[in-house]
């Protein structure tokens, strides 16, 4: 499902966008000036808006023949840290034939271009799933077989040597659980549009219990089924992983957490708006603990306190909503999924707090 586009998102020169409220998320003719430079197609574009527009936006281009997919961040305002396009195109770079990634054509870091940095890649052909499987895949034996690659992929991911990929400096690879502990405190500072004691003192049960984290690898940060790209035909297959924005270097753990957090089974309580894919109820999806052995069996890494790191992971998913329902709030999105957050938010926070108790 793709976001519309709004009149005011796509304007010619930033002489027409300074008569609009917002500021404009492509402006064409210093932008078609960068891609004839990178010798991205000619002539005017077709564009298409792609993903669920929920954080940063990405456009797929037609371009005299030419298609790739441009991405940049939100409108501001913009968290301090997030969104961050160059981190992500860096990493995409590095990890070009160890992991399965799209391949980067361009990196722009002048925002005189759009007013923000951003980058082109390839197109990768596959699905994109969420509520339902594509058809070809959705038998209980390609639902596994979707599983398995999901977890072989991210065993990819941790197993790149990123400084031998060039990743050093990217990230510090000590201290990774306790420094997202203080900037998720930090963003929910900035992103809070109302007191949530929940919030307070799940940060504060995390803190109190943090686990000895393994040796640090790649972290995606925001691993999950609605962030890979199936290929089109069986066998299942991951074509490409998607949404790199949150990547660093840490704990490994921390992805498996987290994906394990957004991995419902058939008989789990409802995610609200936070169950992404909830496709993973039906027949054929391995439980959690399934996937976690297949992960402890192929990384040699054993997932130590799973509690702790799904609670993380809620912590962090309602640090990050809150901020897209500020968004939404300020008139900076018309995104109505957004602005649905508010009471999502609180019902999760609640949840959180019941997992520190084990509940």
Known sequence: MAHEIADDDIVRTFEEAAANERPPLLVLDPLLTFLDEHDLGDGEPTIRPIGDGHSNATYLFDRGGARFVLRRPPRPPIPPSANDMLREARV????????????????CDDEAVLGAPFYVMEEVIGHVVTGTMPVGLDSPAERSRTANELIDALVEIHGVDWRAAGLEG??????????????????????????????????SWLEENLPASPTATIVHGDYRLGNVLLAPEPPAAIAAVLDWEMSTIGDPLADLGYFCTLYVERDDPSLGKFELSGVTREEGWPTR?????????????????????????????????????RRASSGMSDDPYLKAFGDGVVGLAERAEGLTRGE
Do not use: C
């Open 289 to 325: 603990a399934e996937l976690v052995a297949r992960y402890e069996e192929r990384s040699g890494r054993s997932m130590t306190d799973i509690r702790w790191y799904q609670t993380l992971a809620l912590w962090k998913s309602i640090v990050f909503m809150e901020g897209n329902f």
């Open 92 to 107: 995409l770079r590095a990890l070009e034939g160890r992991a399965r990634v799209p391949r980067v054509l361009a990196v």
């Open 170 to 203: 990217f990230g510090k690879p000590d201290g990774y659980l306790e420094r997202q502990l203080r900037r998720f405190r930090g963003l929910w500072e900035h992103n809070k549009t109302r007191e949530i004691p929940a919030v307070e003192v799940v940060g």
